[in-house]
């Protein structure tokens, strides 16, 4: 097993390496310098900036209205932060799917502006045409398939995808279409994880799920998440490693109750 010493920068190959010598993957989402220098010197392997920024950040009920130029902010953020890990950025909604021209302009303009390490986008067979222009350009390319949230309005639900025979035969076409056209890694989001751990068996490219099931390559959370900072949020796959909502709220309770109390600040706490 590598260790954090023996990786210098994490590239689009090692992630392929962890592959193929079954090491996993680990992803989490950042959209800030802070968190994002944290979780770099924690030993991620990879960051995504992940247009949930718009829920988990922007306070909106889906990712969707999130813009170009606020992903960019974001992205130029975590870019700063990041010494070591691959740092990836979602293209977001209306950025790409227009033609492969302005697909690969909005690639462009992420790594251009924001110094990321390559570009996420959701989709199958639809945005091939886009990846190939992409990836032909130079710029890696992540895959989204399964609970893909920049199609919530066509979905109408956030359950899980591809239970059905049919559907998951279309994602198996999917995935191996975008590993066809260039894709360099996968993110496979709230399916069977026996479907997961099929396509991860396909494809050649590291499969990284969020409620795919442990076959797969590699595991990615948002950070909110993961960290207990979001409520009212629980679906089966997700692992809570801390409460932070509570522990923010009670430290800004007790901070409240000082100041009011004046026992803040105390002699030591002034000039
Ligand atoms: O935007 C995001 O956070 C994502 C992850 C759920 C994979 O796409």
Known sequence: MSTYSDIKRVTTNTLQSLKQRGEKISMLTAYDYSMARIFDDAGIDVILVGDSASNVMAGHETTLPITLDQMIYHAQSVVRACLRCLVIVDLPFGSYQGNS???????????????????????????????????????????????????IYKFGTYTVRAKEEEEAEMLLRNAEALQEAGCFSLVLEKIPA???????????????????????????LVMHDMLGITKNFSPRFLRRYLNLYEDISNATAQYIKDVKSRDFPNEKEQY
């Open 101 to 151: 021209k302005e697909a690969l302009n909005s690639s462009i303009r992420i790594m251009k502006e924001a110094g990321a390490h390559g570009i996420k986008l959701e989709g199958g067979e639809e945005v091939c045409e886009s990846i190939k222009r992409i990836v032909g350009a130079g710029v890696p390319v992540m895959g989204h398939l399964g609970l893909t949230p920049q199609s």
């Open 194 to 220: 026996a479907l997961g751990t099929e396509v991860a068996k396909r494809l050649k490219i590291p499969v990284i799920g969020i409620g795919a099931g442990g076959g797969v390559d590699g595991q990615v």
